[in-house]
């Protein structure tokens, strides 16, 4: 075996090398590129935008996601006349006021009629 760099052994030892390392490096890449850390590359007002706070029975109740508030919503807990407030706003506003809540009030169906 000849200790040449240029000899034909020392060559293909030194691309698969650089084969090998290539695939490494694009191995923990493609790793990197799918790792999730929370609440990386979110801005703070798209992490604010899920967050609301409802008064219920007199007293503030929170932070809820917009999943949370459907559950009260359906559990009768917020109506459209409940005061909801969420990061950004100036005071607090009844649901009916603020849009993404008013469309859920307005998908939950009326309480069912008694028959008499």
């Known amino acids: 075996m000849s200790t040449d760099f240029y000899s034909m052994d020392k060559l293909v030892e030194f691309g698969m090398g650089m084969a090998i390392a290539n695939q490494m490096a694009s191995s923990m890449n493609q790793t990197l590129n799918q790792m999730q850390i929370p609440g990386a590359g979110k801005s703070i007002s798209q992490t604010n935008e899920s967050i609301y706070y409802a008064v219920i029975d007199g007293n503030q109740a929170g932070p809820y996601s917009l999943t949370e508030l459907s ?14 407030w969420k990061p950004g706003m100036e005071k ?20 069912i009629p008694s028959e008499e």
Do not use: F
């Open 71 to 84: 559950r009260l919503i359906g559990e009768k807990k917020v109506v459209k006349e409940t005061y909801i």
């Open 92 to 111: 607090w506003e009844m649901a009916e006021n603020v849009s993404e809540v008013l469309h859920l009030v307005a998908l939950t169906p009326p309480p």
